[in-house]
């Protein structure tokens, strides 16, 4: 075990430095590589720093805080494809133990069904039963649960802080759902 959390640790910490170490503000389209910049459809896309500069900032991933956006009202994304699709925003927290040495883990619902329907997630990616998710951090690198969105469209799996975010030895709770009442309530 400790070998798979050496390597794990070193892994995020190079794809850190990586995401540390490009420019300061957006690349353009033709030098991102990954638009192709001799394609003709090149000219008709929008540069990231003219689509994005006026979106409240984040430190990572494309350097958007894409939930500010949403409740500041910077954005209005549509919820659903189907008009039928009720979306129920859930303020729970789910807290994980289940890793090693990092602090716990709190999943907040409330962002997540703030964008999405329930059934994006439940039963495909996670099923919603107690203990029936081996959730692990080579499954989620390898684009399974939680990496499914995150490092892909979602802040990126090099801020680690933001999901191992309960210091478990201020935590005064129990693991799992939690109830109504706030986890910083929970935490002395």
């Known amino acids: 075990m400790m070998k798979a959390t050496s390597f794990l ?6 794809l ?3 995401t540390a ?9 033709t030098n991102d590589e990954v638009h192709d910049p001799t394609s003709p459809a090149i000219g008709i896309l929008q540069e990231p720093a003219t689509a994005l500069a006026l979106l409240p900032s984040d430190t990572s991933g494309n350097r958007v805080s894409w939930i500010r956006a949403l ?4 954005i209005q994304p549509r919820t659903n494809i189907y008009p039928e699709t009720e979306i129920k925003v859930l ?11 990092m602090p716990l883990v709190r999943f907040p619902h409330k962002p997540h069904t703030e964008w999405l329907d329930c059934d994006n997630c439940h039963d495909k ?3 919603e039963k107690v203990g029936a998710n081996p959730v692990n951090m080579f499954a989620i690198l390898a684009g399974e649960y939680c990496g499914r969105c995150h490092g892909a ?3 990126p799996l090099t801020e680690c802080n933001r999901c191992h975010s309960v210091d478990r030895a201020t935590f005064t709770g129990q693991p799992g759902a939690q109830p109504e009442k706030k986890v910083s309530e929970l935490i002395n």
């Open 9 to 14: 640790t070193s892994l995020l910490f190079l």
């Open 16 to 18: 850190s430095l990586n």
């Open 21 to 29: 170490q490009g420019a300061p503000g957006w690349k353009a389209l």
């Open 71 to 74: 409740r500041e009202r910077y």
């Open 91 to 101: 303020d729970m927290d789910i807290i994980m133990e289940l890793t090693g040495e």
């Open 125 to 127: 990616i996670f099923i």
């Open 153 to 155: 469209v979602a802040f």
